[in-house]
């Protein structure tokens, strides 16, 4: 074979193989997106387990209703906790008083962290409510609605003439497991109980007790 025919042939080998390569299928340039990463929640903090679950989110719209402290005001005015100096400026003097070492109560409002108790604490009788006191310090126990008084809560009025269906507005849950009682110099009556906290901290509740289809009580209750 001469050169010149060699030459020729190598040619054509390379026309053939630039020919093949124009020939192939065009790549998309659009790219692949790889399959998505989970969504964390909002600075990763965890989903609660009420809307991860539909049955713990039931069960929380099934809770008795929560009556806290901040919450209230005794006629308008007085939060749970006052000093004595308030108590008489919106309410005047009580009716009478009695020492709590004479009652015995088997828990104290304002007991110390070692569980000793001031010997001078007494509660305060005014118009049927009882009130603590403990040196210059009172709280309320017991709210009795039969003698005037009110409760502010959230915008609404408590009072003696709140009745059953004005408290199933406020708290459907504490009412639909209503039960009844016999209380002494009160005889029968039905019972609502409200939680103290969201979480259920504390181990005391607060009792509504409702009277011939009235509110006529509200007893803040500690185990002993």
Same mark, same amino acid.
């Given at each position: 074979?001469?050169?010149?025919?060699?030459?020729?042939?190598?040619?054509?080998?390379?026309?053939?193989?630039?020919?093949?390569?124009?020939?192939?299928?065009?790549?998309?340039?659009?790219?692949?997106?790889?399959?998505?990463?989970?969504?964390?929640?909002?600075?990763?903090?965890?989903?609660?387990?009420?809307?991860?679950?539909?049955?713990?989110?039931?069960?929380?719209?099934?809770?008795?209703?929560?009556?806290?402290? $901040?919450?209230? =005001? &005794?006629? /308008?005015?007085?939060?749970?906790?006052?000093?004595?100096?308030? #108590?008489?400026? !919106?309410?005047?003097?009580?009716?009478?008083?009695?020492?709590?070492?004479?009652?015995?109560?088997?828990?104290?409002?304002?007991?110390?962290?070692?569980?000793?108790?001031?010997?001078?604490?007494?509660?305060?009788?005014?118009?049927?409510?009882?009130?603590?006191?403990?040196?210059?310090?009172?709280?309320?126990?017991?709210?009795?609605?039969?003698?005037?008084?009110?409760?502010?809560? $959230?915008?609404? =009025? &408590?009072? /003696?003439?709140?009745?059953?269906?004005?408290?199933?507005?406020? #708290?459907?849950? !504490?009412?639909?497991?209503?039960?009844?009682?016999?209380?002494?110099?009160?005889?029968?009556?039905?019972?609502?109980?409200?939680?103290?906290?969201?979480?259920?901290?504390?181990?005391?509740?607060?009792?509504?007790?409702?009277?011939?289809?009235?509110?006529?009580?509200?007893?803040?209750?500690?185990?002993?």
């Amino acid at each position: 074979m001469t050169r010149g025919s060699l030459l020729s042939r190598l040619l054509l080998v390379l026309y053939c193989s630039i020919i093949s390569c124009d020939s192939r299928p065009e790549r998309s340039a659009q790219k692949v997106d790889k399959a998505p990463k989970a969504v964390k929640a909002v600075n990763d903090t965890p989903v609660s387990n009420a809307l991860r679950s539909p049955t713990a989110a039931l069960a929380s719209d099934t809770l008795n209703e929560v009556m806290k402290e $901040k919450d209230i =005001r &005794l006629n /308008g005015v007085l939060p749970r906790y006052f000093s004595l100096k308030e #108590f008489r400026k !919106a309410l005047g003097e009580p009716d009478s008083t009695k020492l709590l070492l004479e009652e015995e109560p088997c828990t104290n409002i304002f007991q110390e962290a070692d569980g000793s108790v001031d010997p001078g604490a007494r509660y305060l009788f005014k118009s049927g409510s009882r009130f603590e006191c403990s040196k210059e310090k009172v709280a309320i126990d017991e709210v009795n609605f039969a003698h005037g008084y009110y409760l502010m809560f $959230k915008g609404y =009025r &408590l009072d /003696g003439h709140t009745t059953m269906a004005g408290l199933k507005q406020i #708290f459907p849950n !504490a009412c639909k497991q209503i039960g009844t009682a016999d209380v002494m110099g009160d005889g029968q009556v039905q019972v609502a109980i409200l939680r103290e906290d969201s979480n259920n901290v504390s181990d005391g509740h607060i009792e509504l007790f409702i009277k011939d289809g009235k509110l006529y009580k509200l007893h803040w209750w500690f185990p002993c």
